[in-house]
Nanobody, 128 residues
Framework: QVQLVESGGGLVQAGGSLRLSCAASGRTFSDYDMGWFRQAPGKERDFVAAISRRSGVTYYADSVKGRFTISRDNAKDTAYLEMSSLKPEDTAVYYC?????????????????????WGQGTQVTVSS
């Protein structure tokens, strides 16, 4: 079992930046690929970014490419999502997730069902 706890959300003006953290516990963090998803009210949970367990290969949704950066520190059992040039449409609850299967396929990385463990989410609100 892996426990994931997100933090760092908040209210920010358009054009601003935030850094989300996802602290993991319970299992060896470097055994899991990590992903970030977001869910706006009344909408489905959407993929944002993913990072591989050891090599740090990353993959981003087109909507955040160039603005968001995913990273991880395996020594600290923590994943991060640096968000810049934020837009009102980035407003959502942001979730981190962990997947145990080592297969790295972009089509699978975008699916909610690919991930085994989820955090409780952190709210990000971007005002215009």
């Amino acid at each position: 079992q892996v426990q994931l706890v997100e933090s760092g959300g908040g209210l920010v003006q358009a054009g601003g930046s935030l850094r989300l953290s996802c602290a993991a516990s319970g299992r060896t963090f470097s055994d899991y690929d990590m992903g970030w998803f977001r869910q706006a009210p009344g909408k489905e949970r959407d993929f944002v970014a993913a990072i591989s367990r050891r090599s740090g290969v990353t993959y981003y949704a087109d909507s955040v490419k160039g603005r968001f950066t995913i990273s991880r520190d395996n020594a600290k059992d923590t994943a991060y999502l640096e968000m810049s040039s934020l837009k009102p449409e980035d407003t959502a609850v942001y979730y981190c997730a962990a997947k145990s299967t080592p297969r790295w396929l972009q089509s699978e990385l975008k699916r909610v069902t690919t991930y085994d463990y989820w955090g409780q989410g952190t709210q990000v609100t971007v005002s215009s």
